[in-house]
């Protein structure tokens, strides 16, 4: 079975390291009230909360060559959760760049004041082991 607690505690460790450095704040997962009262877990939130953020791994077309759609509406459900906490940055990070690309495009003059699309790119070490476990889990979802 595909380790994909790998993809939570690997890739996010990374991705909020990398927005620590470039923010100058710690980083954690936090689960944030929403403006309609109910609750959301994010995947990084600032110490001081300026900065709240959500961060998908996934990679552009599939292992079949197909669109990805079901990585798209996920991002998409993230836009969604962001668009409901208040804070003055909200980031929907992602770590492929051809992935950046799809949802770049998808969401050109749909996406709320205050909410941006990321790219940080992951290590080579790190990109590898996210696309072994990907490929594990596209051939247990296929088989």
């Known amino acids: 079975m595909a380790d994909t607690v790998y993809l939570k ?3 996010e460790q ?3 390291g990398t ?3 470039e923010y100058g704040v710690k980083f954690s997962s936090k689960i944030l009230t929403l403006v309609t009262g109910g609750t959301h877990e994010f995947d990084a939130v600032s110490e001081d909360g300026t900065v709240v953020a959500a961060i998908k791994a996934a990679g552009g077309k599939t292992s079949g060559g197909r669109f990805p759609s079901g990585s798209v509406k996920s991002a998409t459900a993230e836009v969604y959760y962001l668009s409901l906490v208040s804070a003055p940055l909200r980031l929907l990070v992602l770590t492929s760049p051809e992935f950046y690309g799809i949802m ?3 969401l050109e003059g749909r996406l709320a004041p205050g909410i941006s699309l990321k790219l940080i790119e992951l ?3 790190i990109q ?3 696309d ?3 490929s594990i889990a596209s051939r247990e979802v296929g088989g």
Request: proline residues 10%.
């Open 9 to 11: 505690r690997g890739v």
């Open 14 to 16: 990374y991705v909020r």
């Open 132 to 134: 072994r476990i990907r």
């Open 123 to 125: 290590p080579p070490d």
């Open 128 to 130: 590898s082991e996210v």
């Open 104 to 106: 770049s495009r998808r």
């Open 19 to 21: 927005l620590c450095e």
